[in-house]
């Protein structure tokens, strides 16, 4: 069982951030993904029996929390395609501002549109995932964690 943290970048603290300016930068699922990572640096293998805990507490706390995104000038969504002739592509979320502000402006020089940030949530993804077959899922802090999961929050 996983509790929720207060500091989650939930939608409450996102409003609060809004209107303060304060508690934006903490999310549950980023604490999660790194201590995934550091597990999984530690027994070299993703089905270790360590990691179940781990993948259930990423599994539960994902549809808590907002994300945010990158749009360009016709609202459209920043697409990562898999590979150059492949139409699938994944989108990148960010956790926090903090991971925004440092990963958008890492993927705003390989774009040349200008881009804005958008809030995103795990509803809206399963949204596009119905809409577009060639949405494959997204990449959460693409500039430090890395961390992919598909359209339906699976890893």
């Known amino acids: 069982m996983t509790a929720v943290s207060k500091n989650n970048m939930n939608p409450k603290d996102y409003q609060e951030y809004q209107e303060k300016n304060i508690k934006a930068s903490k999310s549950q699922l980023k604490n999660y993904i790194q201590i995934y990572a550091d597990t999984v640096s530690k027994v070299k293998n993703e089905n270790a029996p360590e990691l ?3 993948k259930n507490n990423i ?3 994902y549809p808590t929390e907002i994300y945010f995104t990158l749009t360009d000038e016709k609202d459209d969504f ?6 150059e002739s492949s139409k699938e592509y994944i989108i990148p979320v960010f956790t ?3 991971e925004y502000a440092i990963g958008s ?3 705003s020089e390989l774009f040349l549109d200008k881009l804005e940030m958008k809030e995103i949530t795990p ?5 596009i995932a119905g809409e577009d077959e060639y949405f494959q899922g997204f990449v959460i802090n693409p500039h ?3 961390f992919n999961m ?3 929050g699976n890893f």
């Open 144 to 146: 430090s964690q890395n």
């Open 96 to 98: 926090d501002i903090r």
């Open 105 to 107: 402006a890492k993927i």
């Open 150 to 152: 598909d359209c339906n």
């Open 59 to 61: 599994r539960e706390t």
């Open 123 to 127: 509803e809206d993804i399963s949204e």
């Open 52 to 54: 179940e805990i781990i």
């Open 78 to 83: 920043v697409k990562l395609t898999l590979t």
